[in-house]
């Protein structure tokens, strides 16, 4: 899909080459984070299957291991910044594959849950400097969280991947690797929490009445509003949805069924296995 992307520097900053190795619905906020960056003066990216998808990034070469086996290889060839998105089970051998080509200093950011540093220092070797990133998919709209832990001695690492995340969402410094299973648990898997809720609400919606359209189209707003009062107000969520539940009106009457059903527990229950998930991702 063409050559490297290239541009000039636009400061006296060292350029940078960052290569994205399986490119994906998560990637699309790493892309955007990187294509902001004024150090950044070549992005590859590299994917299975070959040919465009709808959402690829304009203007994005993408290599395809499936057409060319040595593809990762040629991408981080040369890369400053390699950031390794693909499935936990896929990564030890991927990091071995490229391994010969990372260069000493050479940044290696893993976005795989439950991968430790440990398991991606026996793999990738000796040279790079590992990062462990916890985007969410909102990242690719600019309204991301993303998790951020660095090996020790890493603070350059650490504020230039917290300049250029910063551009995407709310970035989260993390103090261990215990940290990094807990905010997957509570933003990575997040959105799929919220689209739940909007599902099962949708579902009800239609129960009770309401056409498909005007079913999900409330449901969708109603998240979208709530979600900006939550955004711009200044007080706990708990007090926002007090001043919406009028004593002894339908509000308060559909929560106590909500309540009926524990969703402080269920969520703890949630998390808990989100957490023991992660860690099982980690076990050769």
């Known amino acids: 899909m063409g050559g490297p992307r290239r541009r000039g520097r636009r400061d006296g900053r060292r350029p940078v080459k960052v290569a994205i190795l399986g490119l994906g619905s998560i990637t699309r906020g790493i892309v955007a984070a990187v294509g902001a960056a004024p150090e950044v003066t070549e992005v590859v990216a590299t994917r299975r299957s070959a040919g465009a998808r709808d959402g690829d990034p304009a203007d994005l070469p993408i290599l395809s291991t499936e057409h060319d086996p040595q593809a990762n290889v040629r991408a981080v060839r040369g890369a400053g910044v390699v950031f390794v998105c693909v499935k936990p089970y896929q990564l030890?051998?991927?990091?071995?594959?490229?391994?010969?080509?990372?260069?000493?200093?050479?940044?290696?950011?893993?976005?795989?849950?439950?991968?430790?540093?440990?398991?991606?220092?026996?793999?990738?070797?000796?040279?790079?400097?590992?990062?462990?990133?916890?985007?969410?998919?909102?990242?690719?709209?600019?309204?991301?969280?993303?998790?951020?832990?660095?090996?020790?001695?890493?603070?350059?690492?650490?504020?230039l991947l917290t300049e250029w995340f910063s551009r995407v969402g709310l970035v989260v410094p993390l103090p261990d690797e215990a940290g990094v299973n807990v905010l997957s648990a509570v933003s990575g898997s997040g959105p799929a929490y919220v689209f739940r809720l909007a599902e099962a609400m949708t579902n009800a919606a239609l129960e009770t009445g309401l056409s498909a359209t005007h079913a999900e189209a409330a449901v969708r707003q109603t998240i979208?509003?709530?979600?900006?009062?939550?955004?711009?107000?200044?007080?706990?969520?708990?007090?926002?949805?007090?001043?919406?539940?009028?004593?002894?009106?339908t509000t308060e009457r559909a929560v106590a069924v909500l309540e009926s059903a524990a969703p402080d527990e269920l969520f703890v229950q949630a998390f808990a296995a989100s957490i023991r998930r992660a860690v099982e991702l980690d076990r050769p």
Do not use: K
């Open 92 to 159: 030890p051998q991927l990091l071995e594959e490229i391994a010969e080509e990372i260069s000493e200093g050479t940044v290696v950011v893993s976005v795989a849950a439950g991968v430790s540093f440990e398991t991606l220092r026996r793999h990738a070797g000796p040279r790079p400097r590992l990062v462990r990133l916890m985007p969410n998919t909102p990242t690719g709209v600019g309204e991301g969280v993303i998790g951020l832990l660095v090996e020790p001695d890493a603070s350059g690492e650490e504020r």
């Open 224 to 249: 979208i509003g709530a979600a900006a009062l939550l955004q711009e107000s200044d007080v706990s969520a708990q007090e926002l949805r007090r001043r919406v539940t009028s004593p002894g009106g």
